[in-house]
């Protein structure tokens, strides 16, 4: 299972675009990449998943380069309700099931 | 989003006691997870059961016993648990077949053992 790293925290404001970038140097040639957010006491909830370029949805951006040792997961403006811890996972479809590793995520913090 | 339910929400136990954990899925899916989530720590994968059956046991202690009876269920059945069973339990779901899907979550089990 190829292994990610991200960072342990990040800092912002309200209304400023958020950058996190995950690095997945192992990635295998099916896995998937895939970005959750976190609440406190709830479940992870799928935010974008992407397997190249450039992918959007109506909450955010996921950019892989061309490689796909890495990934940039993109928030823009920001709000105090995007407090949270931000997942980036790779993974592929096994045949039964899909098995995912956790690391230990990015914890954002909005401000004021 | 309401698609993985989970029940009961908060449990307490003493360590002797015989509890089991209830997960509901309304999307489709074939594949269930059961994964444990301790303070500071990462989601661990428990289980996995693709089309009702257990495709992953990634080294977990007989007193929790998982049973699938159909795709939509799983239950995780707790038996004389320690302290530091005391966890978030999560459950998911996903596709269990064709191209990789990701999975959804429910909001989990806070689990207390005294």
């Known amino acids: 299972l190829a292994k990610t790293t991200q960072p342990i925290s990040m800092d912002s404001y309200e209304g400023q675009e958020v950058n996190i970038t995950c690095s997945h140097n192992n990635i295998a040639t099916n896995d998937y990449i895939t970005w959750y957010q976190q609440f406190p006491s709830q479940g992870p909830r799928f935010i ?13 951006s996921l950019f892989i380069p061309a490689d796909r040792k890495s990934s940039t997961l993109s928030l823009p403006r920001v709000s105090l309700s995007d407090t949270a811890v931000y997942y980036c ?3 592929s479809f096994t045949g039964g099931g899909n098995k995912l590793t956790f690391g230990t995520g990015t914890q954002l913090k909005v401000e004021l | 989003e309401t698609g993985v339910t989970q029940t009961p929400r908060h449990l307490v136990m003493g360590m002797t006691n015989k509890k089991s954990l209830k997960c509901e899925q309304h999307l489709g899916h074939n594949a269930m997870y059961w994964y444990k989530q301790s303070a500071k720590k990462p989601l661990e994968l428990m289980f996995v059961y693709n089309f009702k059956e257990q495709t992953e046991n990634n080294s977990v202690p007989s007193r929790f016993s998982p049973e699938c009876p159909n795709s939509s269920h799983l239950f995780l059945h707790l038996h004389t648990l320690q302290p530091e069973d005391s966890a978030l339990y999560l459950c998911a779901s996903s596709q269990g077949s064709g191209d990789y899907q990701p999975q959804h979550f429910g909001d989990g089990t806070r689990l207390s053992i005294l």
């Open chain 1, 48 to 60: 974008i998943q992407g397997y190249k370029t450039k992918v959007t949805n109506e909450v955010a």
């Open chain 1, 89 to 91: 996972l790779v993974g």
